[in-house]
């Protein structure tokens, strides 16, 4: 019986923009994140009612990121957030997050398992995402484009030959290209906050294959 409820489920997600200092490198610096929470609704359970209290826990929580300096002792005691005192990735806001929003969610429902948080996705910018899953997995992902120019060609077979097979393929032409390369990181306990720096994964990507 239990399987086919799951079957059956409901999946709900909300964005939350917030707008957050923090430093990092011994900088301060402000960005605006698209903070995404998902869950997962019983079929029996998704009623209007719970997708709106769903959705006033999950803004609750958002505010206690917004317009904060997140890595700061007194943000650390007074809303229980743990960040790395010496920066702030988008990841440790994806964890951070579903953190604070599971504590609320077990409290506003009694563990009556009519809702799971199945996770929270954090974005900042067009490119760079960071996700963390019920199963303590965190998934970040950054993407890039590039144009390259190309043609069908056989050197063996004369440009009218070329022209008859490829079409308008025969001859010099560009495309668009769109690249996204995804990282996960099973997360052991709530201490192992040192993730792949995302710059660094960047500036590979930029090297390696856009430059080429």
Partial sequence: MRQKLLVKSKKLSFD??????????NKIKASNFIIK??????????????????????????KKFDHKFL????????????FNKDCVNI???AKNYFDQLKKELNIKFDDKKIVNLSSV???????????????????LSTESRFSSVHRHY?????????KNLYKKCS?????EYEIRIFLKKIINNNSDNKFFDLSKLKNVLQKKTLKA
């Fill in 121 to 139: 996705q954090v974005q900042r910018g067009f490119v760079d995402r960071a996700t963390y899953t019920f199963d303590n997995k965190i998934i």
């Fill in 91 to 93: 990841e440790d806001i």
């Fill in 16 to 25: 939350y923009l917030i707008s957050s200092s923090y430093e990092i490198n």
């Fill in 71 to 82: 890595n700061t002792q007194k943000n650390k005691n007074d809303l229980n957030l743990n």
């Fill in 154 to 162: 056989n050197l063996n077979l004369s440009d009218k030959e070329n």
């Fill in 171 to 175: 001859i010099d032409h560009g495309h």
């Fill in 37 to 62: 929470p998902s869950f997962t609704l019983l079929e029996k359970n998704t009623s209007t009612f719970l997708e709106k209290e769903l959705f006033k826990i999950a803004f609750v929580v958002s």
